[in-house]
């Protein structure tokens, strides 16, 4: 049975509606970054430069992957089926709409099966650009709005001041100078400490929310649409992605660290910032294990916004104890926090959780990384009918030797 689908990418420059010719593309998304998104594209150089000129103004790209299943059909192959004239063609269609000749020509996924397109759109801020005029090239760098955030500093001779403790109304204030708002959600933090809440000239809005959010295990972060969302660290998306090694992954990478910025059994975050009175503080916090295997030390510039963040960060280091990384054919619905189930060539079927993807053209394939991987027998509960739970073992068995046949 043949199977057929095409890849394309289109980027059009914003506000000009320069409309790029891509020669590739690369678009990570991945839940520990901020920013959320990032793209690299090459180009050939549009004749307008200036549409990229990045000290103009604020410029963004409408970039689109678009993933269309069935064999395609061109005008030679049209061509070669009438005769060449535009008497064969009238009398092809013999009354009937243009459309038709799609009818005809067009073989579905799969042979049979009509399959929906699969669509990534996006729009994303150019943070960098190059162009080569030996090659013709020109080479875009993009993120997602996080990366607004990180470049922009407060400009003033005074310290800001946003008269308020809620973490909610204090992001929601910084995203009013770049025309955003947060999503609706039950996401919610005090900051303990009020000094915390206070803006210092110079100091980037991404370096101010960053250790109120670490505090409270939450998560500020902007989707490749300009959606912002305020969410735990760590957040689970309906859906799985399943990857065969025997079937469509290219590439698996199996990889295990002690290195504390893969995997931690400690954190220890140190806080420095000068008080009111013009005096040096130094402040703790701490989590996990002592004596430790790995330690994840941090150091912030910022006011003690209270204890939290270290144990927010131990818990997310734990589940990266063992990775995979694979290889496989494109799948563009897929997102960080769906399920990941994994089947090795030999061993355990792996369930997990998706981490990051990243997609590229014009090769047609993307990579996926996960965490929090378990050993999972073919006889558990999480391969039974739809709807089967842990909750259905019988009374005096363990859900791990918990087996969905026996219901």
Do not use: H
């Amino acid at each position: 049975m043949s199977r057929f689908d095409t890849l394309t990418v289109e980027a059009t420059v914003r506000p000009t509606d320069v409309l790029l010719q891509v020669e590739s593309c690369e678009l990570t998304i991945d839940e520990a970054w901020s920013p959320y998104g990032q793209a690299r594209l090459v180009c050939r150089t549009p004749t307008d430069r200036d549409s990229v000129d990045l000290r103009a103004g604020y410029i963004e790209v409408d970039l689109q992957l678009l993933r269309a299943f069935g064999r395609s059909w061109d005008l030679a192959e049209l061509t070669a089926d009438n005769g060449g004239t535009v008497a064969g063609l009238t009398t092809l269609l013999a009354g009937q709409p243009l459309g038709a000749l799609t009818n005809r020509y067009f073989e579905p996924f799969g042979g049979s099966q009509v399959r929906s397109a699969e669509i990534i759109a996006a729009r994303l801020p150019i943070i960098d650009r190059t162009i080569d005029d030996e090659t013709g090239q020109l080479t875009l760098t993009l993120a997602t709005g996080e990366a607004l955030l990180q470049a922009d500093a407060l400009v003033s001779p005074v310290p800001s001041d946003p008269g308020t403790t809620s973490l909610r109304t204090i992001i929601t204030s910084v995203l009013t100078r770049y025309g955003a708002a947060l999503t609706a959600s039950p996401a919610e933090a005090t900051v303990a400490e009020v000094q915390a809440t206070i803006w210092k000239p110079g100091v980037t809005a991404w370096a101010y929310l960053q250790p109120m959010l670490e505090a409270a295990s939450l998560r500020l972060w902007c989707d490749l649409d300009g959606t912002w969302y305020l969410t735990p660290r760590q957040t689970d998306t309906e859906g799985t992605v399943s990857l065969a090694v025997a079937q469509n992954v290219t590439q698996y990478v199996d990889r295990m660290s002690l290195d504390p910025e893969v995997w931690a059994d400690a954190v220890v975050i140190e806080y420095k910032w000068t008080d009111a009175l013009n005096l040096q503080q130094i402040a703790y916090d701490v989590a996990g294990a002592n004596p430790s295997r790995a330690c994840l030390r941090i150091e912030r510039q910022a006011v003690f916004p209270g204890p939290g963040a270290a144990a927010g960060i131990l818990n997310r280091a734990q589940g990266r104890g063992r990775t995979l990384e694979l290889s496989s054919t494109l799948n563009l619905t897929a997102r960080p926090g769906m399920g990941a189930q994994i089947t090795p060539i030999a061993g355990q079927v792996q369930t997990g959780v998706v981490s990051a993807i990243t997609w590229r053209a014009p090769e047609a394939q993307m990579t996926v990384s996960t965490r929090g991987l378990v050993d999972t027998p073919a006889t558990a509960y999480i391969f039974g009918p739809t709807g089967t739970s842990y909750l259905d073992a019988p009374v005096g068995m363990s859900y791990t030797e918990f087996e969905w046949s026996l219901i």
